[in-house]
């Protein structure tokens, strides 16, 4: 069976920076479509960033564009999600989500995703 294993969540003062790692468990990224949610008081799957398993586009949430960055390693197994500049209202849990073959138009739907991780915690203090 396939899930997702994210790492790499932790605590950390506003303004700096943790890289989250995600990796497939039962298959390999090479394909695979990866996108990171996270989960907040005020929402249960809000959409962060995805990069597609084909091409390597990126595209971001308006709220983390020009602070986070999500790149793939794929002879390392392994998708990052750089974040910097960090905000308290960054802090959540992060979930990884792969997906075989989500169309454009729902990267940013948690419906599109057939797998997932446990989550990890990020937590920013003021």
């Known amino acids: 069976q396939v899930h997702m294993v994210e790492s790499g969540g932790g605590l950390v003062q506003a303004g700096g920076s943790l890289r989250l790692s995600c990796v497939p468990s039962?298959?390999?990224?090479?394909?695979?479509?990866v996108a990171w949610f996270r989960r907040t008081a005020e929402k249960e799957r809000d959409f962060v960033s995805v990069?597609?398993?084909?091409?390597?586009?990126?595209y971001y949430a308006d709220s983390v564009k020009g602070r986070f960055t999500i790149s793939r390693d794929n002879a390392k197994n392994t998708v990052y999600l750089e974040m910097s500049s960090l905000k308290p209202e960054d802090t959540a849990v992060y979930y990884c989500?792969?997906?075989?073959?989500?169309?454009?138009?729902?990267?940013?739907?948690?419906?599109?995703?057939?797998?997932w991780g446990q989550g990890t915690q990020v937590t920013v203090s003021s």
């Open positions: 039962g298959r390999t990224l090479s394909g695979l479509t």
């Open positions: 989500a792969g997906s075989r073959g989500a169309i454009l138009s729902t990267l940013r739907s948690p419906d599109a995703y057939n797998y």
């Open positions: 990069i597609r398993g084909n091409g390597g586009h990126t």
